[in-house]
């Protein structure tokens, strides 16, 4: 029985308890989804069915009979502590990009086309435009990756979260051919690193940038900081680089032996995880120079690098493998779609070295 049909039928209408009164707009929420659905619709592909408002999202797994053996690639993320400088802000439609990023990067490491996404706001109190906002961010991060928003969920928690409170997940899948799998089996002693720059902080270490900033340095969202040419909050919200696109095509132009999405952990960590266990992976800091947020919280809160480089991307947010023969063919691909790339590493034999990867050398200034 829905909560309309319990008030109905109530004695004592005015009295009774009902969704309302324990705190959930449900008429909020139908507002909302007729807010985003203009947003929902830019991000459809052909093999999507139906719109947005049924319990579940179709897409024609037909369009997979061209492969000969697809495999399918999942993924789940969030957003972390990055959705509380939005919320204090009032900025909600970049902090999709930082969603999509997360979700549709972790699934092109294995050499997966995205192809749909589902995402899940929970909300304190349903505000129809901020959560059609927060929709638009992650409809305009499905775009930039090529995928689909074929679904969602909006949950109000009263009593659980403020009602300015909020977060953010999502999950995607992808499809690759079987034999065009992307992993530490393929990658090959003298192959290079290619490092690809990220926007910004992307969305990882926000536990430690906020501690920093604010409680350490009593610095204010507003504040101007001349190194960034903006305010401490525009930094801080920049959206993460979406580089699925750029990744797939890198594929189709050149020899790709392994991606590495640099997230939590940090770059070294990171790469490690597709290094197979005979290899190790070396980074010059050398090759390039971390943007000045990086610097800003090193200083502002006496952070050692290492602590640094465990938590933030330091300036790298995707990393490709190639073959040395491929180099040339890689960095002009990235270049052509205006990413920022360079080589700043190498694969060698293991022999002594205890983990799969490891950065050497001073950052360039």
């Known amino acids: 029985m829905s909560s309309a049909e319990f008030d109905q039928r109530a004695p004592h209408a005015g009295t009774g308890a009902s969704y309302a009164a324990a705190g ?17 619709k830019k991000t459809k592909r052909p093999e999507v069915l139906g719109g947005l408002g049924g319990f579940a999202g179709l897409f024609d797994a037909s369009a997979l009979k061209r492969y000969e053996r697809p495999l399918l690639a999942s993924a789940t993320d969030g957003v972390g502590t990055k959705v509380d400088l939005a919320r204090k802000m009032g900025v909600y439609d970049t902090i999709g990009h930082d969603l999509v990023g997360m979700v549709v990067d972790d699934l092109v490491v294995c050499g997966a086309e995205p192809l749909f996404m589902t995402d899940y706001i929970c909300v304190g109190k349903v505000h129809p ?9 992650i409809a305009e991060g499905c775009v930039l990756a090529g995928c689909a928003l074929v ?37 090959r002693e003298g192959d290079a690193v290619i490092a690809m720059a ?29 190194e960034f040419g903006r305010t401490l909050g525009e930094e801080l919200l920049e959206p993460t680089k979406i580089y699925s696109l750029d990744c797939l095509a890198l594929t189709r132009t050149a020899e790709v032996h392994g991606f590495s999405h640099i997230t939590g952990g940090g770059l070294a960590n990171n790469l490690a ?40 991307n330091m300036g790298v947010g995707m990393m490709a493998i190639v073959p040395e023969v491929s180099v040339d063919v890689a960095l002009q691909t990235l270049a052509d779609r205006g990413v920022d790339a360079w080589v700043a590493g190498e694969i060698l034999a293991r022999g002594d070295h205890r983990d799969g990867a490891e950065l050497t050398g001073d950052y360039s200034k």
């Not at 008429?27 to 807010?35: I, Q, S």
């Not at 409680?215 to 900081?225: C, E, F, S, Y």
């Not at 800091?285 to 800003?296: H, I, K, N, Y």
């Open 24 to 40: 959930v707009d449900i008429e909020a929420g139908d507002r909302a989804v007729e807010l985003m659905k203009e947003w929902v």
């Open 129 to 137: 435009e901020r959560v059609a906002a927060i929709v638009k961010g």
């Open 151 to 187: 679904g969602g969920e909006t949950a109000e928690h009263p009593g659980l979260l403020g009602p300015d409170d909020f977060d953010v997940a999502g999950a995607g899948t992808g499809v690759v051919e079987y034999d065009q799998l992307l992993g530490a089996d393929r990658i």
């Open 198 to 226: 990220s926007s910004g902080l992307h969305s990882n270490g926000y536990s430690l940038v906020r501690h920093v900033v604010f409680d350490r340095a009593k610095m204010t969202l507003d504040q101007h900081v001349e």
């Open 273 to 312: 995880r597709v290094i197979p266990d005979h290899l190790h992976a070396t980074v010059d800091r050398s090759t390039w120079t971390p943007g000045a947020v990086f610097d800003l919280v090193g200083t502002a809160g006496n952070v050692e690098r290492l602590e640094l480089e465990k938590t933030l």
